[in-house]
């Protein structure tokens, strides 16, 4: 079991920045990818961004490409997702889903954290 908890939400200007964190607990030994994930009020559930745990490599959502920057510390086993120029549209709430080496999906999740930007 993998627990998940985000922090860092919360109501921001448009133009402004915000920075989430998860932290990871339980076992994260085998930990390959961590990745931000968001959900719009009434819209599915869209992928931000990624990174692998060993090697860093990130990938992001066009969406957020330039504005967005996921990182990790592998200590804490904690990942961040710092957001700038937030726009009205990146308004969601935004979870955090560890995958584990061999494992095809992101099987633990955590509870979300709201972000809103307002105009």
């Known amino acids: 079991q993998v627990q998940l908890v985000e922090s860092g939400g919360g109501l921001v200007q448009a133009g402004g920045s915000l920075r989430l964190s998860c932290a990871a607990s339980?076992?994260?030994?085998?930990?390959?990818?961590m990745a931000w994930f968001r959900r719009a009020p009434g819209k599915e559930r869209e992928f931000v961004a990624v990174i692998t745990w060993s090697g860093g490599r990130t990938t992001y959502a066009d969406s957020v490409k330039g504005r967005f920057t996921i990182s990790r510390d592998n200590v804490k086993n904690t990942v961040y997702l710092q957001m700038n120029s937030l726009k009205p549209e990146d308004t969601a709430v935004y979870y955090c889903?560890?995958?584990?080496?061999?494992?095809?999906?992101?099987?633990?999740w955590g509870q979300g954290t709201q972000v809103t930007v307002s105009s």
């Open positions: 889903a560890h995958r584990g080496a061999g494992i095809a999906d992101y099987r633990y």
């Open positions: 339980g076992r994260t030994f085998n930990t390959y990818t």
